[in-house]
Structure formats: structure tokens, C-alpha cells
């Protein structure tokens, strides 16, 4: 079956009192609208079009992020939802099959869900999807249903008050043949109380036709819709709690579920231990067996089995740990890959770097490795021992079992076996420090009489 999706994201989305255009707003780290497409894409639609306004450039660049292929209309002017799909008339000019219209702001929808409305088609020639309201809102169209056929929706603006007590509510989710659904939209009116062109006004038009229409039904849960930043924080939470049911299904301990943070793509294997207060930013993966000590934070990084992070240790994006690899407390890894065994356990900045297998770092080591424009790589070999408080000034090379003096400044490569010291020789001065101890009291004892 021929599908496209038409994904509306043109909205300035003003009770978000933001800049930013809604749809750009993250949830797990990631915009509503790659939320939305992912939904989209689990149907491999032969289209997809995205419905861009407010902050078109920055909403074409996040859907081609996500997906190269999408492609992106302008609504110049946001008259309503049912303006937005007329929108995407011309890029469809020709498509024939069927369109599933979705919003930018609905983030949980399941795939299965739409599989269901795209099934309900074979037998209906207009499916909007709903979902029954816990709680009564002030807000969402109500449907209107007259047995198993609806009648209409109307907006809660619009609604009587008595149609404002019915829980059968509009998700925004529509499924019809291309064809119909752009002749249904060129009857459009805005003679409502938003002035708008309301997508929702097809249902209306298409029993006027005599077409046959229905509504299937979905978890409240999915059909969500962000409006206000609390919708979001509220998305955000519910997200993170499915998040972490899952990864506990999946086998992983979390000491402190509620205080772990994961991303859209949080990948952590079997028998991982994640302690409490843990944050994964985008694109990490944590592989069996790992542990994720408390307080680190994580982003754009891979955790290999056996592995053990933190406490309090920040892994920035290019951060490749090898097995049984030790990160301890206070330590920042970026762009850097470390081999099998490697340990840097104590307050240090490794970034640009590449770090032998065993090789140990010792407490206080900084790559040096951005000039104030150009950024240089260090490389450690196998079994190295780099010496506490070392600066290691990039580009430079440190052999395999080379080993560095502690507070050493190292400027040039050194070579495998060799021992490199880069510090002031040490100076000792026999009896002097009790000379000066006494001075210094005798001086005082002058000072207090003084005064
Ligand atoms: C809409 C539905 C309502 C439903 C609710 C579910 C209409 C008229 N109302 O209301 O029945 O219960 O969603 O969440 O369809 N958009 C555009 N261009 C526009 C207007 C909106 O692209 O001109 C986009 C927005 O960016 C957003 C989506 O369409 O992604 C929905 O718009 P929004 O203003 O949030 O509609 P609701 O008031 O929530
Ligand atoms: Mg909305």
C-alpha cells in the first residue's frame, strides 16, 4: 500500500512562550518532531512531508536530520490544520494512495496505532483516530459519534457545553485516500471561533457526501499533545518512566530508577549496573555487564563490556572505552579512544587522544590539546605509565611502557621505553626550613609586642 505521511509542524506553538519553534522543543533529547517521524517511519511511507512555518529553516534542518529524504513545505501564513495539509497539495500532485496526516507536537503515537487507522481504511473512507479523556480538559476537539460513524468534531472553543462533557476526544490523527482528502480540504471554511481552517471540519464535509467515516480508539497516553512548556516537562517524565521500565525489563539494574535520565536512544546491555543520579545525552550505549558509577554524565559515547565509569566522571561525545577500561572520579573523556584495560582514575581532561591498552594515567594528567585555534591529538601507547599532573602538550606521541615524571610538561614525543622528566630539578637546602620557621616566629613575637 502506497502511504504518505504529512506531518504538521508549521505552528508557532505560542503557549510555549518560546523562540524556539515548538516542534524543536526536546523531549529525551530530541525534538518533538524526530518523535513524530519516528512514529511515521515505522510504516516506511513511500513520502514523507513536513509542514513548516515559524522557524522553517531551523525545523527543515532538524527533519532532514532525522531524515534526508523528508520533504519540507512552507505554510507561509498559519490559517489552521486544515491550511497546513492544503500545503502539501503540490509536493503530492500525482501521489495516489493513501495519506496519514500527523502533528509535530504528538510525540508518543505507536506505530501500531497507526497500523490500526491504516487498516480501518479498508473499510471506512475516513479514520480519525481518538482517545477517551481520564480527566475533562479544557481543551481538544470532541467527536462526535453517532453509533460507529462520526458525525463531526468540534473544537472545545466551539463546543457547547454539553458537548464539552463528551470524553471521546480528537488525538489530530487522520487517515484518508489522497484524492478525497485534498477535495474535502478545498471546502474548508474558517467560520469558527479560532478563524482558522480546521482539519476537523472534514469529518462534517465527508458525510455530507456521503462518505463513510469512523473513529478508532488509543491509549490517552499516546495521543498527548505539547502545547505548554508543563505538557513537555509532563512528556519528558512520561517518557523517562517508560524508558526505565524498559531497561529493567531488559535486564538492567538501576539502583535508583527515578534519578537516571536517558535519551531517545539510550542503548545499556543486559546486567549493566547504572547507579543513581546518572544522565545519558544523546547516542550513547553502554554494553553488558558495564557500571555506570553515580553522578556521571554521559553523551555521544560507547561503554564496552566490563567497563567501569565514575563516580562524577564525564564522557563527551567520541568517547570509545574498550573493555574492563577504568574512568574514576572527576575525569572528562572526549573524542578519545581507550584500549583495552586503560585507567584514568583520578581528575583528569583526556580529549583528542588516543590511550594504549593498560596504559595508566595518573592522577591530574591534561591533554593539551586546543592551541586557541586548532586542536592536536595525543597519542599514549600500550602499558605507558603517565606520571601525576602531567601536561601533555599536543600533537605529541608517548611510546608504548614510556613512562612520564610526575608534574611533568611534555613537548615532544617520547619514545617506547623511556622514561621523559620535564620539571625543575629538585633543590634541597639542609637546616633551612627551621632557619626560617624561626625568623618568621621571631618576627611575630616583634609584631604582637608592637602593637
Ligand atoms: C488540534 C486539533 C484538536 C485536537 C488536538 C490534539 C484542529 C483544529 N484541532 O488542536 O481537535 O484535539 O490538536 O492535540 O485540528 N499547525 C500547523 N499550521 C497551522 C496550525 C497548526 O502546522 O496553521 C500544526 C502545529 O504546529 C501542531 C499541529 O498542527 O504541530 C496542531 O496544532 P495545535 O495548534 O497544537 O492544535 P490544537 O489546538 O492542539
Ligand atoms: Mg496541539
Do not use: W
Not at 478508532?216 to 505548554?228: F, P, Q
Amino acid at each position: 500500500m502506497n502511504l504518505a505521511l504529512i506531518i504538521l509542524a508549521a505552528g508557532k506553538g505560542t503557549r510555549m512562550n518560546s523562540d524556539l519553534p515548538k516542534v524543536l522543543h526536546p523531549i529525551a533529547g530530541a525534538p518533538l518532531l524526530h518523535h513524530a517521524m519516528q512514529t511515521g517511519a515505522a510504516l516506511s511511507p513511500a513520502r514523507t512531508i513536513i509542514v513548516a512555518g515559524h522557524g522553517a529553516d531551523q525545523v527543515r534542518a532538524a527533519a532532514h536530520a532525522y531524515d534526508e529524504g523528508a520533504e519540507v513545505v512552507m505554510q507561509e501564513e498559519q490559517l489552521g490544520t486544515g491550511h497546513a495539509v492544503d500545503q502539501a497539495r503540490d509536493a503530492l500532485a500525482g501521489f495516489s494512495g493513501d495519506i496519514a496526516v500527523l502533528f509535530g507536537d504528538t510525540p508518543f503515537l505507536q506505530p501500531e496505532t497507526l497500523e490500526r487507522m491504516i487498516e480501518a481504511r479498508k473499510t471506512h473512507d475516513v479514520i480519525v483516530l481518538g482517545f477517551d479523556l481520564a480527566e475533562l480538559q479544557p481543551r481538544y476537539g470532541r467527536l462526535v459519534m453517532d453509533g460507529s460513524r462520526l458525525e463531526r468534531i468540534v473544537e472545545y472553543k466551539d463546543a457547547t457545553e454539553e458537548q464539552r462533557q463528551i470524553r471521546f476526544t480528537n488525538s489530530g490523527l487522520l487517515a484518508c485516500d489522497a484524492e478525497t482528502l485534498f477535495g474535502l480540504i478545498s471546502d474548508l471554511s474558517n467560520d469558527n471561533a479560532s478563524g482558522e481552517y480546521y482539519l476537523t471540519e472534514v469529518v462534517e464535509l465527508a458525510n455530507q457526501r456521503g462518505l463513510t467515516v469512523t473513529a478508532i480508539k488509543c491509549d490517552e497516553a499516546e495521543t498527548l499533545g505539547v502545547d505548554s512548556r508543563t505538557d513537555l516537562a509532563n512528556a519528558d517524565a512520561i517518557f523517562q518512566t517508560r524508558a526505565r521500565s524498559a531497561m529493567l525489563e531488559d535486564g538492567v539494574t538501576l539502583a535508583a530508577p527515578d534519578t537516571v535520565y536517558v535519551s531517545f536512544d539510550t542503548v545499556v546491555g543486559r546486567d549493566a549496573l547504572i547507579e543513581p543520579n546518572v544522565v545519558f545525552g544523546p547516542d550513547v550505549t553502554v554494553e553488558s555487564g558495564a557500571t555506570i558509577r553515580a553522578f556521571s554524565h554521559l553523551e555521544g559515547c560507547h561503554v564496552s563490556r566490563g567497563a567501569i565509569v565514575g563516580p562524577y566522571a564525564r564522557l563527551r561525545p567520541g568517547a570509545e572505552l574498550a573493555e574492563n577500561v577504568r574512568i574514576g572520579n572527576f575525569v572528562e573523556i572526549k573524542n578519545a579512544e581507550l584500549a583495552r584495560g586503560a585507567k584514568v582514575n583520578h581528575l583528569s581532561y583526556i580529549g583528542d587522544a588516543t590511550v594504549g591498552e593498560a596504559a595508566n594515567i595518573g592522577a591530574g594528567t591534561i591533554t593539551c590539546n586546543y592551541d586557541g585555534v586548532m586542536k592536536h591529538h595525543t597519542d599514549i601507547g600500550a602499558r605507558a605509565f603517565i606520571g601525576s599532573n602531567t601536561m601533555l602538550v599536543a600533537p605529541v606521541t608517548i611510546g608504548d611502557e614510556a613512562m612520564t615524571g610526575s608534574g611533568s610538561v611534555i613537548t615532544s614525543d617520547v619514545e617506547d621505553g623511556a622514561l621523559a622528566l620535564a620539571r625543575a630539578p629538585q633543590v634541597e637546602k639542609p637546616g633551612m626550613a627551621r632557619k626560617l620557621f624561626e625568623m618568621l616566629k621571631a618576627k611575630k613575637a616583634r609584631q604582637s609586642r608592637g602593637s
